[in-house]
């Protein structure tokens, strides 16, 4: 059975960068579509990064430009590179995978039917 596993969350300072991993296990992995989310305290969970399985990207407006999402096939691991964090952007980042069909302007709303990592939590404070 597939599972997702986050890494990378931690404690920083305003300004400083984050790169957090999220690992499939099992032989094969080849979702339609692989997002981080994250949910902040006393919030809804938003989706802030898209990979599809054609390598095209799509970032909420919130990143602007600092986040970097990528992927590496051969580990079946998704990125999220964060840069010039901010205490806004504290909260349980998670990522899920789809595997069926999911209309592109859909890609940012959590789906209860993907497959949900257990999250790794990033923190910003000075």
């Known amino acids: 059975q597939v599972q997702l596993v986050e890494s990378g969350g931690g404690s920083v300072q305003p300004g400083e960068s984050l790169r957090l991993s999220c690992a499939a296990s099992?032989?094969?992995?080849?979702?339609?579509?692989w997002t981080w989310y994250r949910q902040r305290s006393g919030k809804d969970r938003e989706g802030v990064a898209v990979?599809?399985?054609?390598?095209?990207?799509n970032y909420r407006d919130f990143t602007k430009g600092r986040f970097i999402i990528s992927r590496d096939n051969a580990k079946k691991t998704l990125y999220l590179q964060m840069n010039n964090l901010a205490p806004e952007d504290t909260a349980m980042y998670y990522c899920?995978?789809?595997?069926?069909?999911?209309?592109?302007?859909?890609?940012?709303?959590?789906?209860?039917?993907?497959?949900w990592g257990q999250g790794t939590q990033v923190t910003v404070s000075s």
């Open positions: 899920a995978a789809d595997f069926g069909f999911v209309p592109a302007f859909q890609w940012w709303l959590p789906r209860s039917d993907a497959l």
């Open positions: 990979m599809f399985n054609d390598d095209s990207t």
């Open positions: 099992g032989t094969t992995f080849s979702p339609y579509l």
